[in-house]
Each structure stands twice: as structure tokens, then as C-alpha cells.
Nanobody, 124 residues
Framework: QVQLVESGGGLVQAGDSLRLSCAASGRTFFTYTIGWFRQAPGKERDFVAASSWSATNTDYADSVKGRFTASRDNAKNTAYLQMNSLKPEDTGVYFC?????????????????WGQGTQVTVSA
């Protein structure tokens, strides 16, 4: 399995931008679809976005469509989540997750490798 480490979280104001990174170990990163999830206190871990293993497809939750962009650089073993026009409701711990050759998978249980998470806090 691939090991994942997120970075890039922080405290920002509404309307600001952040870019999260998800660095992966190993030589098979290009075979994994990377999903992004977020979890607010007391709530379930919700799907946010995904970048396919082929790097040719992306998928977004309706709540972030048009504001967030998922991408990846397979040569650098890194996936990214660019978050623009942030809102207070985007606050939470953001996780990246991996599943081999999967696609259109939006349940946390569909992914079998997870990073430790990075906190994103958006103030009003």
C-alpha cells in the first residue's frame, strides 16, 4: 500500500485560498486514484474531490465544484487540492486517500490508504 502525508492546511479568512499537498511513498503512485475528504467536528468524513490514477479525470462534490481543483503530478508522487473562495463551512480536517485503479468512488470505505490529515480553518 502507498503511504500518504498531507500538508498545506492553515487558518485563513473567508474568500482566501489554500493549496493542500498529498505526498506519496513508493513507485506505484500512478496506479492510485487519490481522493480528498474532509471531516468537521462531530461529523462524518465527507468526499470532497478526486483525481484519477490516469490524471485525466477529476470528480467533485457539489459543494466545492467551481471553487476547488484536484490535480496530481505523478512524476513527483504528489497530489494537490487547490481551494479557492474558501467559506467557513469548508472548515475541517482534510485527508487524502488512495485506492488502486478505482474511479467514481465517494465513500471513505472505498479507499484503503489514508494520510494523517491537515486542519483547515476558515474564519468568517
Amino acid at each position: 500500500q502507498v503511504q500518504l502525508v498531507e500538508s498545506g492546511g492553515g487558518l485563513v479568512q473567508a474568500g482566501d485560498s489554500l493549496r493542500l499537498s498529498c505526498a506519496a511513498s513508493g513507485r506505484t503512485f500512478f496506479t492510485y486514484t487519490i481522493g480528498w475528504f474532509r471531516q468537521a467536528p462531530g461529523k462524518e468524513r465527507d468526499f470532497v474531490a478526486a483525481s484519477s490514477w490516469s490524471a485525466t479525470n477529476t470528480d467533485y462534490a457539489d459543494s466545492v465544484k467551481g471553487r476547488f481543483t484536484a490535480s496530481r503530478d505523478n512524476a513527483k508522487n504528489t497530489a494537490y487540492l487547490q481551494m479557492n473562495s474558501l467559506k467557513p463551512e469548508d472548515t475541517g480536517v482534510y485527508f487524502c486517500a488512495a485506492v488502486k485503479y478505482g474511479w467514481r468512488l465517494r465513500r471513505a470505505s472505498d479507499y484503503n490508504s489514508w494520510g494523517q490529515g491537515t486542519q483547515v480553518t476558515v474564519s468568517a
